[in-house]
């Protein structure tokens, strides 16, 4: 009987070993600064402690000092930066575009990864966009999910936080947009913004979200979550 139970309890719990295997062993670096009403401590300790549940191998850094590196970066399989409205020099921006394109990925949320560096276009053409306005401040708006692997089975939820209008590349795939109501800027009435994309840097794998000016909003709202770490999934050299 005991066995049994055993037995049961591994196969409700396989979904969860299988999921977790992406980036299990996986070497991942975290980078948090910037912008202090953006939390990145906070940002980067919830992610800090999921990617120890996945067994992921974790370096954590408080400043762009790994980017003097290109030896060092090519050592990750994946990089989760937020950084908000800091300077990043011209080789270090070099040494991720070179990183990424022999296939580290890179993800993050927010201003983390589309403020981050507003002078530095090497850094956006990596990135694929630019945060540009949030009208109103905090506004109450619907993330629409499209069909993707990555949105499967997620719902479309409502969220009070800043609805990024961003300047986006055309390369970009687009899997959860937003439609601005023009009530604090009548002109972009209508307007669909993407809120998440995944996109390539030559063989790097890219993700981005929008939301999370608060990142407890990735506690509050499961779906958003979901996607979240799904992208850092998949954004994950394989
Ligand atoms: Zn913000």
Known sequence: MKSL?????????????????????????????????????????????????????????NDLSPYDSYDKLISYDLIIQSVTMEKISSKQANNLSKAVKNGVGIAGAHGGLTDSFRENTEFQYIIGGQFVA????????????????????????????????MHVDPNIDVIAETKFDGKFNPWIDGVVMPVAWKKKHGMGKVFYFAIGHDPMEFKQHIDAWKLLTRGFNWASRK
Do not use: C, M
Not at 36 to 49: A, D, G
Not at 141 to 160: A, H, P, Q, S, W
């Open 134 to 165: 949030h009208p109103g401040g905090q506004v109450d708006y619907k993330v629409i999910f499209k069909k993707d692997e990555l949105t499967e089975g997620l719902n479309n939820f409502r969220i009070k936080t800043e609805q990024y209008y």
């Open 5 to 61: 139970r055993f037995i049961i309890f591994i196969l409700l719990l396989l979904p969860y070993l299988q999921f977790s295997q992406v980036l299990n062993q996986k070497n991942v670096l975290l980078v948090w600064g910037g912008y202090e009403p953006h939390k990145p401590e906070l940002f980067s300790n919830i992610v800090e402690e999921w990617l120890l549940s996945q067994n992921a191998n974790v370096d954590i850094y």
